[in-house]
């Protein structure tokens, strides 16, 4: 029996994805570690988010800030591996929400210096840990043969995603 594009096939779940028997043992065990590690982010920065009251990239540039009292966009943006517009986005909603100030360097008025203000610092302190996220800190607990591997891995499943490499300087707690 033909089935059109429009009817969900006998071997998709009713969600749309690939039954376990489609896609394989071996498969459906890694899509489900994939989903508990996504889940296990995601539920950290939820906490985050609702406990801090801001989202996780945020509350991982306030820590770098407080920690580097001065640090400029530029370098905030090497410090979180992130693009430079992604950070100058992060710090233009953290100054409006003022829990960041930003001042001029007198050399070059272009430049500036970032300080975490009162409200920042209160943010910090009730905040869960860790700033950086649940996963930075997992992956720096692994040895570095596991992380080696996992990484050769990792490019391996980019490569057959076709994913677009500008996705990697973006935080996965930003909201």
């Known amino acids: 029996m033909a089935t059109s594009d429009t009817t969900v096939n006998e071997e998709q ?3 749309g994805e690939p039954s376990g028997s489609e896609l394989g043992e071996s498969a459906t065990r890694v899509l489900r570690r994939f989903r508990l590690v996504f889940n296990a982010v995601k539920t950290h920065f939820q906490q985050v988010e609702k406990v801090a009251g801001v989202g996780g990239a945020q509350l991982w540039a306030l820590s770098i800030i407080r920690s580097r009292p001065g640090i400029g966009v530029n370098d905030l943006a090497a410090a979180m591996d992130v693009h430079q517009s992604t950070a100058s986005n992060l710090v233009k909603s953290m100054v409006e929400r003022e829990l960041v100030a930003v001042a001029k360097e007198s050399d070059d008025r272009r430049k500036v210096q970032l300080r975490v203000l009162p409200a920042g610092n209160k943010v910090l302190r009730r905040a869960p840990g860790p700033f950086a996220g649940v996963l930075p800190q997992a992956l720096e607990s692994l ?16 490569t057959a995603l076709n994913a677009d490499d500008r996705g990697a300087n973006i935080p996965l707690g930003q909201s």
């Open 13 to 15: 779940t009713a969600s």
């Open 143 to 158: 040895d570095a043969e596991t992380l080696a591997r996992l990484d050769a891995d990792l490019a391996k499943l980019i």
